[in-house]
């Protein structure tokens, strides 16, 4: 059974960088058939894609948050990793890394999703 | 950027009656080289993921129960319940992977009535 599972620091100084790492249990990061994407959940915004890693590195992410993050993916430790920079009060949420199904060459739906971390942004 | 409008953003329905989610988006989302409509469903309770209901508009994913279904095409789909348990009760979420961003709709939460 496949499983994902999200860590790192609850709580980021506003300016910072919030830094999250999923490890993927029950499958591999490498099968040719997933990418592997972050989800957050705030309160202003409701569920939000953030990005995506295919497991050859190559990322897409929402333009809105574009200049901000990078996602990156460790296939030795069956990982994928976050980081968001110059972090505000608005970036505290619950944050999901998840895979979804590689079809007809793009990332599609989000068909397994790790437990979620909350990050809270505050001095 | 393709924007998903839910309706209602909530609803209340008695327990064996149907319960009907809408989802709009700004701009189609069926492919004309495979005639897929790149849109999911997703159920959200408290304390736990979302769960994948329906993709591709209409295809339930495995486990789910066959009182959910999923319909429509281009930019207009309904989430259907078609007699609503108990443990139905929680935020339904539809979700475009037409194009990036992959944007969710702002969620119709469905409780008892």
């Known amino acids: 059974q496949l499983q994902l599972q999200e860590s790192g620091p609850g709580l980021v100084k506003p300016s910072e960088t919030l830094s999250l790492t999923c490890t993927v249990s029950g499958g591999s990061i490498s099968s040719a058939y997933y990418y592997w994407g972050w989800i957050r959940q705030t309160p202003g915004k409701g569920l939000e894609w953030i990005g995506s890693i295919y497991s050859s590195g190559t990322t897409y992410y929402n333009s809105s948050l574009k200049s901000r993050v990078t996602i990156s993916v460790d296939t030795s430790e069956n990982q994928f990793s976050l980081k968001l920079s110059s972090v505000t009060a608005a970036d505290t949420g619950l944050y999901y890394c998840?895979?979804?199904?590689?079809?007809?060459?793009?990332?599609?739906?989000?068909?397994?999703w790790g437990q979620g971390t909350l990050v809270t942004v505050s001095s | 950027d393709i924007v998903m409008t839910q309706s209602p953003d909530s609803l209340a329905v008695s327990l064996g009656e149907r319960a009907t989610i809408n989802c709009r988006s700004s701009?189609?989302?069926?492919?004309?080289?495979?005639?897929?409509?790149?849109l999911a469903w997703y159920q959200h309770k408290p304390g736990q993921p979302p769960k994948l209901l329906i993709y591709?508009?209409?295809t339930r994913e495995s486990g789910v129960p066959d009182r959910f279904s999923g319909s429509g095409s281009g930019t207009d789909f309904t989430l259907t319940i078609s007699s609503l348990q108990a443990e139905d009760v929680a935020v339904y979420y539809c979700q475009q992977y037409y194009s990036p961003p992959h944007n969710f709709g702002q969620g119709t939460k469905l409780e008892i009535k």
């Open positions: 591709w508009a209409s």
């Open positions: 701009q189609s989302v069926l492919h004309s080289s495979n005639n897929k409509n790149y």
């Open positions: 998840a895979r979804h199904d590689r079809q007809y060459g793009s990332g599609t739906y989000f068909s397994y």
